[in-house]
């Protein structure tokens, strides 16, 4: 995998450079910080600017669900990172990760065609698949792990298979999948492969270097970071892709996030790289701490050599990062242990600067059939933390201080 470093190499800025200054604005008014442009339509001084536009002389900016500067600014901040500052890769920003999932899986699976996806997948996104896709046509089926040798031939005996959708690491158990095996085998069949980033982000982990397709995220997390926005983003080098399908379902399914929303997450995302070490430092330390804990059964952590596959993590990643998944082995210690937490907060999402924990099963993961749960590893004692940037030691000193019985 292409480093930070290397992408300096080889003559571009590194990510830390990109993410502050890539695809800012700076307009006439000399602001330095990107204006938020709230608006909702654009004037044009006169017929000529508007005949130019139409003849796609001009890219202009006509009404804001088309598009609008801080939306493109952030795009393309985004689409710097995930590419590695290749210039084919381009991004549209959403109003929600589950909108960017949507026209990502709209726009390469049509009615007849099938996905494959692994086992464990976030609820809302296994539910999209297994609940919503299939009453406009599209089928779905299961591989655990997406295993080479099942994936091959789950591709068999589904030639209509157009997407291998993919989340690594997985919501909520942790559980890691080979993106450049899958893709090898994926395009042999003529499929394409989204991969669902958000756990990661591009600091950690750049799918498109490793082949894939496409790249979705829920910016609600770590790219924002702070906790303030619901939003999301799809990533390609697939220019056809992008044109004709992504900036044609933003446009006419009308998913599109505001510009103030636009504005603080392109602020959050110029911290993205400092926050990933932080967050793969302090995730380290309480994943150890968790793995020696008496009260806890199994702790889930790709930077642990107890996961299984520590090894593919290492490879595929350039940290491990914050969240962690543990089992207290039944529903009763799980909430118990969970109302005692004083710093940590009882809460779903992840990625914020501060601790975020939640229950799975009752919580993220409910809307997800209890034998699919089952299935999946999400046991009614699993837990998953999002670590924050406090400071490990305050962190690690309120979870003990709750594991006691
Ligand atoms: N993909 C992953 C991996 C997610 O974790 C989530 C949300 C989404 C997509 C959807 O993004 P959204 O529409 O919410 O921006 N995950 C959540 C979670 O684990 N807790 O709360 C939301």
């Not at 549209?92 to 699976?109: R, V």
């Not at 491990?320 to 009763?332: M, Q, V």
């Not at 999402?349 to 590893?377: F, K, Q, Y």
Request: proline residues 4%.
């Amino acid at each position: 995998m292409m480093t930070g470093a290397e992408m300096g190499d080889k003559g571009r800025r590194r990510m830390a450079t990109e993410a502050i200054h890539a695809g800012e604005v700076h307009d006439a008014s000399g602001a330095h910080i990107s204006p938020i442009y709230q608006t909702s339509t654009f004037t044009f001084a006169d017929m000529a600017a508007v005949e130019a536009r139409a003849a796609g002389e001009s890219d202009a900016y006509m009404y804001s669900r088309g598009g609008n500067p801080g939306r493109t600014a952030l795009a393309s901040k985004l689409a710097a990172l995930e590419g590695g500052g290749a210039a084919d890769v381009s991004a549209e920003i959403f109003a929600s990760g589950m909108s960017a999932i949507s026209a990502a899986l709209m726009g390469l699976a049509k009615a007849g065609d099938h996905i494959v996806t692994q086992q464990v997948l976030y609820g809302s996104a296994d539910h999209l698949i297994s609940d919503v896709l299939t009453g406009f046509g599209v089928s779905n089926s299961r591989v655990a792990g997406l295993v080479p040798d099942a994936l091959e031939r789950e591709l068999e005996q589904h030639p209509e298979t157009t997407v291998v959708y993919l989340e690594t690491p997985a919501n909520p158990t942790m559980a890691v999948i080979d993106i450049a095996a899958t893709v090898e085998i994926a395009h042999a069949a003529g499929a394409r492969v989204v991969v669902d980033n958000t756990f990661a982000t591009p600091v950690l982990q750049r799918p498109l270097d490793l082949g894939a397709d496409v790249v979705v995220h829920s910016t609600t997390k770590f790219i924002n970071g702070h906790g303030t926005v619901i939003g999301g983003a799809v990533i390609s080098n697939d220019e056809a892709l992008m044109t004709d399908e992504i900036a044609s379902l933003i446009r006419y399914t009308g998913g599109v996030p505001s510009p103030f929303d636009c504005w603080l997450t392109n602020l959050g995302l110029k911290t993205l790289p400092l926050r990933m070490r932080q967050h793969s430092s302090n995730g380290m330390a309480v994943a150890q701490f968790l793995e020696g804990h008496p009260a806890v059964a199994a702790t889930s952590y790709p930077g642990l050599a107890s996961h299984p596959q520590h090894d593919l993590a290492s490879r595929q990643m350039d940290g491990f990062g914050a969240l962690i998944a543990f089992d207290l082995g039944s529903y009763e210690a799980a909430s118990r242990f969970l109302e005692r937490l004083e710093l940590c907060s009882l809460a779903v999402s992840l990625g914020n600067v501060d601790t975020l924990i939640e229950h799975p099963a009752s919580m993220t993961h409910a809307v997800v059939p209890p034998e699919e749960r089952e299935a999946s590893g999400i046991t009614d004692g699993l837990i998953r933390i999002s670590v924050g940037l406090e400071d490990a030691a305050d962190i690690i000193a309120d979870l003990d201080q709750a594991l006691r019985v």
